[in-house]
């Protein structure tokens, strides 16, 4: 694996975006993996502007995110679509039908989950994922389990995850306790991979994935036996590894 870091998380988000600036450019209509959270937001920002100042083009592009609560649907606000739609999509050329995330109103999530992951595969796989990290080490919403799940499926929102994340609701109570996401098996599958993580709050889960044993108590921790997989970080994030 290469560590990238960077004094701050703005300066972080340039050296990401030079990854995704790379695979654009090598390949038009390459198939990005794409990440929700409160991490990739500078990078999207970056992106948008590089686009706007004509260094990357977007309008042949394609796009699978990662994850999706289940029972939001795509126009409520806290949904990751409504998020994609917001700090991304929106304000660039990217089409419409080349964007894919899980649906959340699945009336029956197995089917909806298989036809995610024929979709990837009709695409011939993702060139690029993008990853950011949780407190407990999952990574899209592969939670710390006994095995490390494959492909795309549902999943229980473990208490630490819905409570970081009760800061975009009103309440715990509105957050999901349920989601879909890309198995640790489909994002392994990506060519490449870069993993996005700024702050302090992250410095501790970064040692346990990446300076630990791969354990799928530590689902992030798989990734140190990705053949290509970067991390990019602010100095505060990265001040134990
Ligand atoms: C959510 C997402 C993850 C993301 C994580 C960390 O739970 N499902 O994909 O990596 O949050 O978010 P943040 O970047 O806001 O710390």
């Not at 289940?70 to 990217?94: C, T, V």
Request: charged residues 25%.
């Amino acid at each position: 694996m290469k560590i990238l870091k960077a004094p701050t998380k703005e300066e972080a988000a340039r050296l990401a975006a030079d990854l995704f600036e790379d695979v654009i450019r090598e390949n038009p209509n390459c198939v990005l993996g794409l990440a929700t959270g409160s991490s990739p937001v500078p990078l999207y920002q970056e992106l948008i502007a590089r686009e706007k100042a004509g260094k990357i083009d977007f309008s042949a592009v394609r796009s699978a995110n990662l994850d999706e609560y289940k029972g939001l649907a795509p126009d409520h606000p806290q949904s990751y679509r409504y998020f994609m739609q917001e700090n991304l999509f929106d304000h660039i050329s990217i089409r419409p039908e080349n964007t894919i995330v899980p649906d959340g109103l699945a009336k029956d999530g197995e089917v909806m989950c298989a036809a995610y992951e024929e979709k990837i595969r009709a695409w011939g796989g993702i060139d690029l994922q993008l990853l950011g990290i949780g407190h407990d080490g999952h990574i899209g919403f592969n939670e710390p389990d006994t095995h490390f799940p494959r492909f795309t499926h549902e999943t229980a929102l473990l208490e630490i995850t819905r409570r970081a994340n009760q800061r975009f609701f009103s309440s715990l109570d509105e957050v999901p306790r349920a989601a879909y996401t890309m198995g640790v098996g489909t994002v392994m599958a990506a060519r490449r991979i870069v993993m996005v993580a700024n702050g302090e709050d992250k410095a501790e889960i970064l040692k346990k994935s990446f300076c630990g044993p791969v354990t799928p108590e530590v689902p992030a921790s798989i990734l140190q036996f990705h053949p290509d997989f970067t991390l990019v970080c602010d100095e505060a994030a990265a001040k134990l590894l």
